[in-house]
């Protein structure tokens, strides 16, 4: 799929002249929900629908700074852990240089927080196991 | 009313060496908090009985930069403006030094977004107009 | 000059169910970083060449709340108020909808805090007083 | 040592109704820079005197979610896994509710960032590996 990209804001540098590191957690979100509308859902609409995707587990590595007004891209795929899990694997990239990798795990719930079954229709985007 | 304290986190620095003007947003909303908690009022407990108080406009003027780990003190009041608006000024300070001023004006509304009446139970606690 | 555009991220939304109004002020601030760029500036090479333009007053009038996923748009101007300060207004849309208006002021200022002129280069794009 | 204290802040929820995820990461900083000044150490004072501690790796656990106003208290400890290598492990409970587990690694660089042995007046602090 195609590479999200962004933009990094003033706000999200710090003293030490860089991106913060909590920065690029909101970045990953945005990537995951661009993922998700390219393979056709609006998380808006998964939402609407009484779906939800709470975080279970975040792991990102630094590898190099990100600075004030850098492009950078980033891009994901997922893979099915389970019956109601998404594991996204993203690479933070500032053209062919590797900023930073995470894995951010996501379950399916409903309203109430009890676990559903990953919708059928996002199954072909994810990765094989 | 004690004054509402914090101490600056490095994430709300900026590359400039200084807290970020956006980081005194969040902290005027939580010394508006106290001040209602310290007026006998939980937000919280105002929200899940159906009042709701969404800021309609922020003014702030940023007279010194606040740095790192700076403990901070912000002391505000509040007035009515309206049956359904109120205005809190706040100064933020470090010790004696004032860093900033800024008014923040809320609406109290309903889960549907109409104005309602300030509760009662505040009016002792807001400064005469 | 072009509008500024953004997508409203999960994480900037709060328990309202809407865009918290302190995410606005990141987004501001990218807008004026971007009419600098359109006006011929990086802010980036400005700072590398010793000029800084903190914020004096940040002026927010909210009247529409913006929502997760909304496609937003910011039309900013900037006019000279001072021999070193530019008050930067902006509009934020969505489509035709009016969401907030902004006043801004910003001071040019050296590395050491002390005001500097307004770059000439950047007069041409400032609207008359 | 001392756990540190805070209260989730309204800015910090997301349209779930819960903290966002994102708003534990500068959270965890906070313990850590709390965490230092109980070890006697000020982090303000260490990058003064040219000692930085940049975010290598971040993994978070979320178990339970925070909510809006709740008063949560993080205890962290640490432990040298190399000469210029710390790893920070946090708990955010909830008083005894453990909310979130975390592990965050940082490294001790100089200014120009190349990696400097961790202070021995840290090492008393840290536990055994």
Redesign the interface.
Known sequence: MAAYAL?V??????????A???AY??WL??AR?DWLRQAGH???AL?SAGL?M?????????RK?A???DELEIDTEAQATGPSRVAFRSQVRRGSELLAEAEVVVAAVDGTGRPVRIPASLLPALTPG
């Open positions: 933009r804001r003033y706000a999200e540098t710090d003293q030490m002249g860089v913060h590191h909590a957690i909101p979100e945005a929900i609006s998380y808006r939402e939800f709470p975080v279970i587990t975040v792991q990102v590595r630094y700074a600075r004030f007004d």
